[in-house]
Each structure stands twice: as structure tokens, then as C-alpha cells.
T-cell receptor, first 114, second 109 residues
Framework: DVKVTQSSRYLVKRTGEKVFLECVQDMDHENMFWYRQDPGLGLRLIYFSYDVKMKEKGDIPEGYSVSREKKERFSLILESASTNQTSMYLC?????????????FGPGTRLTVT | GQQLNQSPQSMFIQEGEDVSMNCTSSSIFNTWLWYKQEPGEGPVLLIALYKAGELTSNGRLTAQFGITRKDSFLNISASIPSDVGIYFCAGQNDYKLSFGAGTTVTVRA
């Protein structure tokens, strides 16, 4: 079974802090994604990576950056956390050709910025 | 990416009922996907549809890929308490998914 794990299920951070969210997948997938989930808005893509050190902006990249130094690991960075970044963050992975399986999601990190 | 129009936003269903939800888009997609998210978990893929007009079942779930490639629906037959959760539709082109806002399903025992 594909497994996508995220480093924390819950995080509470203060405004202005630098925040790191980590994601690891164990299926040798090329693609990895970071989404933000807010009630009534569904899932919105923040950043996407199709290879080590490669990244592309998604729909809402402002205030975020990412790092992919190893194929299995994709990190989301909030350089200076703000209260409007309080949300559920979901990591996902897929093969290069997503084909039959869409994307596999991790359990999510619920981040609260106070 | 575009957000898809998913309806209804929420529903209360009686155990044993059949229910439907649907998703529409102004854009064409090559693949339609339906995910379910349970409390505290990430979305899990339920059904994937690859061909316009395709009707696919997975147990009590049935989904269809619209002929125009701009819509899809999901039916759940004979609802049971474990059907509780948020159901998301997603349209896929290449690697990218566009999601609906979700349908929250609550089952009345």
C-alpha cells in the first residue's frame, strides 16, 4: 500500500514564526503536492514538484515555499506564519503518469497560527 | 486551477437511503475522480473514471463520467453509518487535479 506520512497531525505556532511541514512517501513517486483545505473551498494547490529540486507554483503559492532535496520527501515552509494561514495542510504523491490512481494523500496537518 | 461546482454542499441521509451528488465544470477533463475524507484523515480515492459516458461501480458506489466531459455524479446506495464523511469530486488533466468544495454526508441512524 502507498503510504504518505506527514510529520505532525496538529501544530500551533505564533505569528511571524518560520514553520516547516514535512511529508514523506514510500512508493518512489515522482510527483508530490502540497494542498491547503478550508471549509467550503475544497482543496487548493499550493506547490507541486515533479522531481528532486524541481517545483512549480500552484494556485495559492503566496506566503509559502517548498523544498525537495530527496525524491521521497517534500517540505512546505511558511517563512513568516500569519493567522490567515491557519488551515489543514495535505500532502499528496502520484506517479509521473498519474493514470489510474489519481493522487495518494497523507492524513493532513492541522496548523493553527495565533 | 479551477474549482468545480459540487452539490449539494451537505446532506443528512436516512440509513438505507440511496443518495446522489454531482459535480460540474466549465472545462473538459480527461479523468474524473471521487474521493472520500473521514474526520482526521486525508482523502481516499473511491472511484476513477477515464472515458466519457463511463459508468463505474465500487460496491455500493456508482459514478458516471458525463458525455460532455464536464460533469460527473456519484450515487451511494443503501446508506450505512460508515458512509459519513466529506466526498470530493476532482477533475484531472495531466498531473493536476481541480477539486470541488465537497459534500458533507451525515447519516441519521
Amino acid at each position: 500500500d502507498v503510504k504518505v506520512t506527514q510529520s505532525s497531525r496538529y501544530l500551533v505556532k505564533r505569528t511571524g514564526e518560520k514553520v516547516f511541514l514535512e511529508c514523506v512517501q514510500d512508493m518512489d513517486h515522482e510527483n508530490m503536492f502540497w494542498y491547503r483545505q478550508d471549509p467550503g473551498l475544497g482543496l487548493r494547490l499550493i506547490y507541486f514538484s515533479y522531481d528532486v529540486k524541481m517545483k512549480e507554483k500552484g494556485d495559492i503559492p503566496e506566503g509559502y515555499s517548498v523544498s525537495r532535496e530527496k525524491k521521497e520527501r517534500f517540505s512546505l515552509i511558511l517563512e513568516s506564519a500569519s493567522t490567515n494561514q491557519t488551515s489543514m495542510y495535505l500532502c499528496a504523491s502520484s506517479p509521473l503518469v498519474a493514470g489510474a490512481f489519481g493522487q495518494y494523500f497523507g492524513p493532513g496537518t492541522r496548523l493553527t497560527v495565533t | 486551477g479551477q474549482q468545480l461546482n459540487q452539490s449539494p454542499q451537505s446532506m443528512f441521509i436516512q440509513e438505507g437511503e440511496d443518495v446522489s451528488m454531482n459535480c460540474t465544470s466549465s472545462s473538459i477533463f480527461n479523468t474524473w475522480l471521487w474521493y472520500k475524507q473521514e474526520p482526521g484523515e486525508g482523502p481516499v480515492l473511491l472511484i476513477a473514471l477515464y472515458k466519457a459516458g463511463e459508468l463505474t461501480s465500487n460496491g455500493r458506489l456508482t459514478a458516471q463520467f458525463g458525455i460532455t466531459r464536464k460533469d460527473s455524479f456519484l450515487n451511494i446506495s443503501a446508506s450505512i453509518p460508515s458512509d459519513v464523511g466529506i466526498y470530493f469530486c476532482a477533475g484531472q488533466n495531466d498531473y493536476k487535479l481541480s477539486f470541488g468544495a465537497g459534500t458533507t454526508v451525515t447519516v441519521r441512524a
